[in-house]
C-alpha cells in the first residue's frame, strides 16, 4: 500500500527523498524462487493450487520471448526483476510475431521455456498469447495454427506457471480472419486440459461481450473522455456475472510519456482509478505501456503510471480483503527492501480525489444492489468501512448521505457533488490514512510524510 501514501491530499511527494520506508502490506509478495502452482477457474474468480483467490496483476511484456530467443538475457531478466519488485504477478508475452518484432513461432516455442523459468524465479505466472500476426499467408493455414497452438500449448502445459490466449485481438486485421465462425472453438481443441485458456478479446465496439475459454479477456475502448474511459472498466462486472468466468482488463489505454489520444495516457490517476476499479470488483487488472511492449524497464512517465496502477490496486485489495495495516507507527517497512519497489509519483490534490471517486463510484454503480435499512448502512457496504470508520458518516447529514448513495449509484463518471462529499468523509488525514491501510497518523505532518506537501 506504500505507493498510494505518496499521493494523498496535499500535492507532491518524491520518493527518492522519502524519510521513511514504503508500506505494502496491501499486496502479498510473491515468493521468489518459489513454484506458484498451475491456476485454476473458480466460477468468477481464480484460484491459487492451494484454492486462495489470486489476484491478477498484469503486465504487458511483449517482447520476452524475442529478448530470450535474441540471447538478450540480461535485459529480459531486468524486466522480469522490474515487474516482480512492483508487484506485478502475471506477464504477458507474445509466442510469435512478424511485424514490429522478428520473433519466428520457431523461435518463440524455442524461448518459452526459458520465460517460464524466469517468471517461475519471482513467484510470478506467464499469460501466453499463442497467436499474433498471423495474416501473413505463411501462418494462415488451418495446419499452421492448429500446429501452433498446440505447440504453445502443450509447452504451457508442461509448465505450472502459465495460462494461455489462443489469440491476441481475433478480429484484427493482422490476424487471419480468426475470429470467423467457429475458428477459435476448433482451435481450442488443441488446449490440453490442465491449461487455463481464453480465447482473445471481442471487437472494441463490443469489448464487454462474452467470447470463449475458461476465463475471458477484454480490451476496453479507449476513446473518450479520461474519466468515461476509466468507468467503461466497471462494465466487465457485469460480464463477469453474465458469463461466470473470471475477466481480464487485458489491454487497456497504455502509459507513455507523452499522452496520445485514444491510444496512450500519461496521468498516473487514471491508472490508479483502473486499477481500483478492477481490484473492487474482483476483475483482473493489467498495466499496458508503451516501453512494456518492448519488455523494458519503463521510462519516469511511465514509472509513475505503474506505481498509481500498483497503488490503486493495493488499495481495492485491501478493501476488498478487508486487509489491516501492520507497520508501526515509526513507519518502518515489514517487507525486505529487494521486494520494494522505488515510487516516483505526483500527483495533485484533485487528481488523487477525482480518482479515488471514479473507483469507489464505479464499483458502486457496478455492484449487485442489497437491500439497506438506510443510507447510512448503504455507504458502509459501498464504501467498504470498517466497524471503527462507520462514525466516519456523521460528517454528512442525512440528505448528504443519500446524496451520496444516489451519486455512487449513478453509472459514468462521478459528479463534482460526490467527489466533495467523499472528501468530507475520507479526507482527514487521520482518516484517508488508515483506509488505503497506512498506520493511522494524526492531522498533521511527521517525519513520516518525508516529502510529502500540504
Same mark, same amino acid.
Given at each position: 500500500m506504500g505507493g498510494l501514501i505518496r499521493y494523498l491530499v496535499g500535492g507532491t511527494v518524491l520518493a527518492t527523498?522519502?524519510?521513511?520506508?514504503?508500506?505494502?502490506?496491501?499486496?502479498?509478495?510473491?515468493?521468489?524462487?518459489?513454484?506458484?502452482?498451475?491456476?485454476?477457474?473458480? $466460477? %468468477?474468480?481464480?484460484?491459487?493450487?492451494?484454492?486462495?483467490?489470486?489476484?491478477?496483476?498484469?503486465?504487458?511484456?511483449?517482447?520476452?520471448?524475442?529478448?530470450?530467443?535474441?540471447?538478450?538475457?540480461?535485459? #529480459?531478466? #531486468?524486466?522480469?526483476?522490474?515487474?516482480?519488485?512492483?508487484?506485478?504477478?502475471?506477464?504477458?508475452?507474445?509466442?510469435?510475431?512478424?511485424?514490429?518484432?522478428?520473433? %519466428?513461432?520457431?523461435?518463440?516455442?524455442?524461448?518459452?521455456?526459458?520465460?517460464?523459468?524466469?517468471?517461475?524465479?519471482?513467484?510470478?505466472?506467464?499469460?501466453?498469447?499463442?497467436?499474433? $500476426?498471423?495474416?501473413?499467408?505463411?501462418?494462415?493455414?488451418?495446419?499452421?495454427?492448429?500446429?501452433?497452438?498446440?505447440?504453445?500449448?502443450?509447452?504451457?502445459?508442461?509448465?505450472?506457471?502459465?495460462?494461455?490466449?489462443?489469440?491476441?485481438?481475433?478480429?484484427?486485421?493482422?490476424?487471419?480472419?480468426?475470429?470467423?465462425?467457429?475458428?477459435?472453438?476448433?482451435?481450442?481443441?488443441?488446449?490440453?486440459?490442465?491449461?487455463?485458456?481464453?480465447? $482473445?478479446?471481442?471487437?472494441?465496439?463490443?469489448?464487454?461481450?462474452?467470447?470463449?475459454?475458461?476465463?475471458?479477456?477484454?480490451?476496453?475502448?479507449?476513446?473518450?473522455?479520461?474519466?468515461?474511459?476509466?468507468?467503461?472498466?466497471?462494465?466487465?462486472?457485469?460480464?463477469?456475472?453474465?458469463?461466470?468466468?473470471?475477466?481480464?482488463?487485458?489491454?487497456?489505454?497504455? *502509459?507513455?510519456?507523452? *499522452?496520445?489520444?485514444?491510444?496512450?495516457?500519461?496521468?498516473?490517476?487514471?491508472?490508479?482509478a483502473q486499477a481500483a476499479i478492477g481490484g473492487l470488483l474482483d476483475v483482473g487488472s493489467t498495466f499496458h505501456?508503451?516501453?512494456?511492449?518492448? *519488455?523494458?524497464?519503463?521510462?519516469?512517465?511511465?514509472?509513475?503510471?505503474?506505481?498509481?496502477?500498483?497503488?490503486?490496486?493495493?488499495?481495492?485489495?485491501?478493501?476488498?480483503?478487508? #486487509?489491516? #495495516?501492520?507497520?508501526?507507527?515509526?513507519?518502518?517497512?515489514?517487507?525486505?527492501?529487494?521486494?520494494?519497489?522505488?515510487?516516483?509519483?505526483?500527483?495533485?490534490?484533485?487528481?488523487?480525489?477525482?480518482?479515488?471517486?471514479?473507483?469507489?463510484?464505479?464499483?458502486?454503480?457496478?455492484?449487485?444492489?442489497?437491500?439497506?435499512?438506510?443510507?447510512?448502512?448503504?455507504?458502509?457496504?459501498?464504501?467498504?468501512?470498517?466497524?471503527?470508520?462507520?462514525?466516519?458518516?456523521?460528517?454528512? %447529514?442525512?440528505?448528504?448521505?443519500?446524496?451520496?448513495?444516489?451519486?455512487?449509484?449513478?453509472?459514468?463518471?462521478?459528479?463534482?457533488?460526490?467527489?466533495?462529499?467523499?472528501?468530507?468523509?475520507?479526507?482527514?488525514?487521520?482518516?484517508?490514512?488508515?483506509?488505503?491501510?497506512?498506520?493511522?497518523?494524526?492531522?498533521?505532518?511527521? *517525519?513520516?510524510? $518525508?516529502?510529502?506537501?500540504?
Open positions: 527523498a522519502m524519510a521513511c520506508a514504503t508500506h505494502a502490506d496491501g499486496l502479498r509478495a510473491s515468493p521468489s524462487r518459489v513454484d506458484p502452482g498451475r491456476l485454476r477457474a473458480c $466460477g %468468477t474468480s481464480l484460484c491459487s493450487a492451494d484454492g486462495a483467490p489470486f489476484n491478477w496483476r498484469g503486465v504487458t511484456a511483449f517482447r520476452l520471448a524475442d529478448l530470450v530467443a535474441d540471447g538478450r538475457d540480461a535485459e #529480459a531478466r #531486468a524486466f522480469v526483476g522490474w515487474a516482480a519488485r512492483q508487484r506485478f504477478t502475471v506477464l504477458r508475452v507474445l509466442a510469435m510475431n512478424h511485424g514490429w518484432m522478428d520473433l %519466428t513461432p520457431a523461435d518463440g516455442q524455442r524461448a518459452l521455456p526459458r520465460v517460464f523459468a524466469l517468471a517461475r524465479e519471482h513467484g510470478m505466472y506467464v499469460q501466453v498469447v499463442a497467436l499474433a $500476426g498471423t495474416a501473413r499467408p505463411e501462418f494462415a493455414s488451418e495446419r499452421f495454427l492448429h500446429a501452433q497452438v498446440r505447440a504453445v500449448s502443450r509447452l504451457c502445459a508442461a509448465a505450472s506457471n502459465c495460462v494461455l490466449e489462443i489469440a491476441n485481438e481475433p478480429y484484427h486485421s493482422s490476424q487471419a480472419d480468426l475470429d470467423a465462425g467457429s475458428r477459435l472453438a476448433t482451435l481450442d481443441e488443441e488446449v490440453p486440459p490442465q491449461v487455463l485458456a481464453a480465447w $482473445g478479446a471481442s471487437p472494441p465496439r463490443a469489448f464487454d461481450a462474452p467470447t470463449g475459454g475458461e476465463y475471458l479477456v477484454a480490451h476496453v475502448r479507449r476513446d473518450g473522455d479520461r474519466w468515461d474511459r476509466v468507468s467503461r472498466v466497471a462494465r466487465l462486472a457485469a460480464l463477469a456475472q453474465q458469463s461466470g468466468r473470471f475477466v481480464v482488463d487485458n489491454e487497456p489505454i497504455g *502509459a507513455a510519456e507523452q *499522452a496520445q489520444p485514444s491510444r496512450r495516457d500519461d496521468e498516473p490517476a487514471a491508472f490508479f505501456c508503451e516501453d512494456c511492449l518492448e *519488455a523494458r524497464v519503463p521510462g519516469p512517465v511511465q514509472q509513475q503510471c505503474a506505481d498509481a496502477f500498483i497503488a490503486g490496486r493495493a488499495f481495492a485489495e485491501g478493501r476488498r480483503e478487508g #486487509a489491516t #495495516a501492520t507497520s508501526p507507527a515509526s513507519c518502518v517497512s515489514t517487507e525486505s527492501p529487494a521486494m520494494m519497489a522505488p515510487v516516483t509519483a505526483t500527483l495533485n490534490r484533485r487528481a488523487f480525489w477525482q480518482s479515488l471517486a471514479v473507483s469507489l463510484s464505479a464499483a458502486a454503480a457496478a455492484a449487485q444492489p442489497r437491500p439497506a435499512a438506510n443510507p447510512r448502512a448503504e455507504l458502509t457496504e459501498l464504501l467498504s468501512l470498517r466497524s471503527s470508520e462507520v462514525q466516519w458518516l456523521d460528517s454528512l %447529514t442525512a440528505p448528504q448521505q443519500v446524496a451520496l448513495v444516489t451519486g455512487l449509484r449513478a453509472p459514468g463518471r462521478p459528479s463534482r457533488e460526490v467527489v466533495d462529499l467523499l472528501y468530507r468523509v475520507l479526507g482527514r488525514r487521520e482518516r484517508l490514512f488508515a483506509y488505503v491501510g497506512y498506520p493511522p497518523l494524526p492531522n498533521r505532518l511527521t *517525519a513520516c510524510d $518525508g516529502l510529502l506537501r500540504e
